[in-house]
């Protein structure tokens, strides 16, 4: 008990500066925070890393991961292609987003080439710098007005409606265990289509931004 205070005392410092732990859960994902996404049928985190596809694409490579630490699961929430999301505003339910992998600077994105496992359509990480293409685009799909954090949502890729998911089928060699994430028109992978943010840093709105 007394180590879970103490954990939520320190984690509200750091990350809310102020805020209280109750309202931990109701906080919203904004534009510029750093997260992880946890997949809730499969239980990993959407993951990429410099290693290439060796079919399809031959684009960048995006899989599940087991591990909670791993430094390549980190995404950051931009704007999209064609609107600016400034930092620190709250993401709005049915919004476009784009996902940039921290470690590498590409963009989760996606199109109409056959994924390697489960052959439905191939998800990569595509672009330098965090610029790609227009098929970066993802719309966030929540119930309410806002994407919290700890809220399963869905991700619909604005050029194709297909949902970012994990097929639950797993990679050999070289990135053995690793699970295929794939995007998917049809309900086959139910709650494999459901991520929510969990660890990473998330922008407060910047104080100057209401008037006072
Ligand atoms: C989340 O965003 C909405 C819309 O901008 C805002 O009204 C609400 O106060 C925000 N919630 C928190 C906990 O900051």
């Known amino acids: 008990m007394y180590l879970s205070v103490t954990q939520c ?3 509200c410092t750091l990350l809310f500066y102020g805020a209280r732990c109750a309202q931990l859960e109701e906080e919203n994902v904004t ?3 750093v997260v992880k996404l946890y997949n809730k049928g499969q239980r990993v985190r959407l993951h990429s890393h410099d290693i290439k596809y060796g079919s399809g694409s031959g684009q960048q490579s995006v899989t599940g991961m087991n591990s909670e630490t791993d430094a390549n699961s980190y995404w950051q929430v931009r704007s999209p292609s064609d609107t600016h ?3 620190g505003e709250a993401i709005k339910c ?4 784009r996902l940039t992998h921290i470690q590498t600077s590409c963009n989760l994105h996606s199109h109409h080439v056959s994924s390697p496992l489960s052959h439905e359509q191939e998800v990569s990480c595509y672009g330098e710098e965090g610029e790609g293409d227009h098929l970066d685009d993802w719309i966030v799909i929540c119930s309410g ?3 919290k954090r700890d809220q399963y ?5 604005r050029e194709t409606s297909a949902y970012l998911a994990c097929s639950g089928q797993s990679y050999g060699r070289p990135i053995h265990g690793q699970k295929e994430i794939m995007s998917s028109t049809s309900d086959s992978s139910g709650q494999g289509k459901y991520w929510k943010s969990v660890e990473g840093v ?3 709105p910047s104080e100057n931004m209401g008037t006072k």
């Open 9 to 11: 005392i320190l984690g």
């Open 31 to 33: 534009g510029g925070s």
């Open 85 to 87: 999301i400034p930092r």
């Open 94 to 97: 049915g919004q476009a987003v």
């Open 145 to 147: 007005k806002t994407w």
């Open 153 to 157: 949502v869905r991700f619909k890729h």
């Open 202 to 204: 998330y922008i407060k």
